[in-house]
Nanobody, 125 residues
């Protein structure tokens, strides 16, 4: 059974950096686009970034453009989220997800069919 496992979260001061990793089990990882979402307390889960199957195309929500970078290593079945210039408003649980084949878009939770358990990112001011 395919699973996604996130790691790399933690507590960091504003302006600091973290790199999140999402390791996938199974042999079909390279066939799928992947995404990162986040959910702050009392808020809905929101799109952060997405990457296509080869890594040649990436997309970001406006609030993280220029600060976050999504990447993937298909040989390692892993997708990454490098987060620089972290702000207190980035505090959330971060989830990686596998985009459903033929999904309508990349921005909604309903476009993804497999989720990790999440990793907490806390940015102190």
């Amino acid at each position: 059974q395919v699973q996604l496992v996130e790691s790399g979260g933690g507590l960091v001061q504003a302006g600091g950096s973290l790199r999140l990793s999402c390791a996938a089990s199974g042999r079909t990882f390279s066939l799928y686009a992947m995404g990162w979402f986040r959910q702050a307390p009392g808020k809905e889960r929101e799109f952060v970034a997405a990457i296509n199957w080869s890594g040649s195309s990436t997309h970001y929500t406006d609030s993280v453009k220029g600060r976050f970078t999504i990447s993937r290593d298909n040989a390692k079945n892993t997708v990454y989220l490098q987060m620089n210039g972290l702000k207190p408003e980035d505090t959330a649980v971060y989830y990686c997800a596998r985009r459903t084949v033929n999904a309508g878009s990349i921005y909604y939770t309903t476009d993804y069919d497999l989720w990790g358990q999440g990793t907490q990112v806390t940015v102190s001011s």
